[in-house]
């Protein structure tokens, strides 16, 4: 339990550390907070910027997670558009790139992770773009619109979004794949198909097989995409989505504990009891899998925010939670539940072609991890059995006309 | 705009107004009410937002997706009058709108 009147410091407001600073305040944690963050703007939701945000479907003020004006209320001093440049932890201090330094009681890194740049040729020509901020989704909306084509460099689930996003808006789109298959790193190979399928669907254009290996501009702009077989992709703008690396300098220099990742516990802690780390930037024990590892997702940042924020106030830890995610991509819902390790069956539940259907990797007969498409029943029972590790039968589960329900009760 | 009462498992109430076009999630979010996940943020995606709709109010707050249905089917504690507070829309007819929450979204 924290001292009445410490001084907590999170550094990074984004979905974890603005939501960690609420959370705060919601129990009931009186003393002084301080929210740092990179970004002019107050923090608020990722998914939507490849998504509803970039179709226009969503404005900057529903993105936001609370108004600005609930930080002051609220008697949290948001401090923007300024970086963290070191902790000292024998002083308990942090080292602000304005000059300032904050004392800390409780520190709180949320720094996230960044785009992963392609050391290639060209990749600093105007018109190639990543896609993490506000101000990545500003620069890609500018650039998308009618006639325009856009190049993805990598087939992963941003990559994917925006294309679908892009059709929308009238724009081109052409996927450029190292891998034989999209999704590779984070789906099998029925999910891989039925995505390539629903976007040729659309007018995507895909190109697997196809490794990149530099761009080519006029007058400082980008105009074509170089594979290595020599072909060069002609496009307007190019978006590289091919991964993330976690944002742990700060931790790594202050000698915390880190690995692929800032190490935490289940109540988020860093190697040093004074620091919690939450968010894309931590790797984290998950126990339902019996191993370490580092999700790029706003429910595990959720989640480890409420961890740090019970942790610091005394509350009890919270029950953990089964891990999950979701994409929309035209009239299409994905939720996944779970991680996909260890499996050694995959089972499809329902038919591809009918647009509805779920994939179970099983483990023996528990279940590991599921993609439901368009099927809540099956994602809201899998993400149950996920966490249960109850055996299922496996002839059930595979037969549609036995209700997930019934599945589950067997 | 619509005044909003939301009123938490232990009974404290939080009164908020709204403004038309957010939906009753939104309002409750962004006003910090606690006892409202929305892990999604309104893609309809993970029924942490679930509210119990006071009796009075339910013929106001519009019918269900097939998608809410769906989802609510399996959340907990689920009522005739569980809705996901996403999924309400803001507007002048609900001023007065009281909605109850469950005792835990997860």
Avoid at chain 1, 205 to 211: E, H, K, P, Q
Avoid at chain 2, 29 to 49: L, Q, R, S, W, Y
Wanted: hydrophobic share 40%.
């Amino acid at each position: 339990m924290t001292s009445p009147d410490a001084h907590v410091v999170i550094v990074g407001a984004g979905h974890a550390g603005g939501t960690l600073a609420a959370l705060l305040r919601q129990y009931g944690y009186a003393g002084p907070v301080t929210l740092v963050g990179e970004e002019p703007i107050p923090p608020y939701q990722r998914p939507p910027l490849s998504k509803a945000w970039l179709k226009g479907e969503a404005d900057a003020e529903s993105l936001a997670l609370k108004p600005l004006e609930f930080y002051a209320e609220n008697r949290i001093d948001f401090r923007p558009s300024v970086r963290a440049e070191r902790i000292d932890r024998d002083r308990k201090a942090l080292v602000l790139s304005d000059g300032t330094t904050l004392a800390y009681d409780i520190l709180v890194l949320a720094t996230g992770a960044r785009a992963i740049r392609l050391p290639i040729p060209g990749a600093d020509l105007e018109g190639i773009l990543e896609l993490r901020t506000a101000a990545d989704a500003e620069a890609l909306k500018a650039a998308l619109g009618p006639g325009r084509t856009m190049a993805v460099v990598g087939g992963g689930y941003i990559g994917l979004e925006a294309a679908a996003s892009a059709r929308a808006l009238g724009a081109e789109a052409i996927v450029l794949e190292r891998e034989p298959r999209i999704l590779a790193r984070v789906a099998g190979e029925v999910l891989s198909n039925f995505f390539r399928t629903l976007h040729e669907g659309h007018g995507v254009r895909f190109l697997t097989g196809a490794s990149v290996t530099g761009f080519r501009g006029e007058g400082g702009k980008v105009t074509g995409v170089e594979l290595a077989d020599g072909r060069v992709i002609d496009c307007d703008l190019a978006l590289v989505g091919v991964g993330a690396v976690p944002n742990q300098e700060l931790a790594q220099a202050a000698g915390l504990a880190v690995d692929r990742g800032v190490v935490v516990d289940l109540e988020a802690r860093t190697s040093d009891p004074s620091i919690f780390a939450i968010g894309d930037v931590t790797l984290r024990p998950m126990p339902i899998y019996g191993r370490d590892f580092r999700m790029e997702s706003v429910p595990n940042a959720l989640e480890q925010a409420k961890q740090a924020a019970c942790a610091i106030t005394g509350r009890p830890a919270p029950a953990g939670e089964t891990p999950w995610q979701w994409s929309d991509q035209y009239d299409i819902k994905l939720q996944i539940a779970g991680y996909n390790f260890d499996s050694d069956q995959t089972l499809v539940r329902g038919d591809p072609a009918s647009g509805r259907f779920a994939i179970f990797h099983l483990k023996g007969d528990q279940v590991q991890a599921v993609e439901a498409i368009n099927s809540p029943p099956e994602f809201m029972m899998g993400r149950q059995l996920i966490g249960s590790r109850r055996p299922v039968d496996k002839q059930r589960l595979a037969d549609p006309s036995v209700s997930m329900k019934e599945v589950a009760a067997a | 705009m619509a005044k909003i009462t939301f009123i938490q498992h232990d009974g404290t109430e939080h009164v908020h107004e709204g403004k038309t076009g957010l939906s009753v999630m939104e309002v409750a979010v962004k006003n910090n009410v606690p006892g409202i996940d929305a892990d999604c943020g309104g893609a309809c995606a993970c029924a942490t937002c679930h509210v119990y709709v006071d009796a009075a109010w339910l013929g106001k707050t519009g019918e269900k997706t097939a998608m809410e249905e769906s989802m609510l089917d399996f959340a907990e504690g689920v009522e005739p009058n569980s809705r996901l507070s996403c999924q309400i829309k803001v507007s002048d007819a609900l001023d007065g709108l009281v909605v109850r929450l469950p005792e835990s979204q997860h």
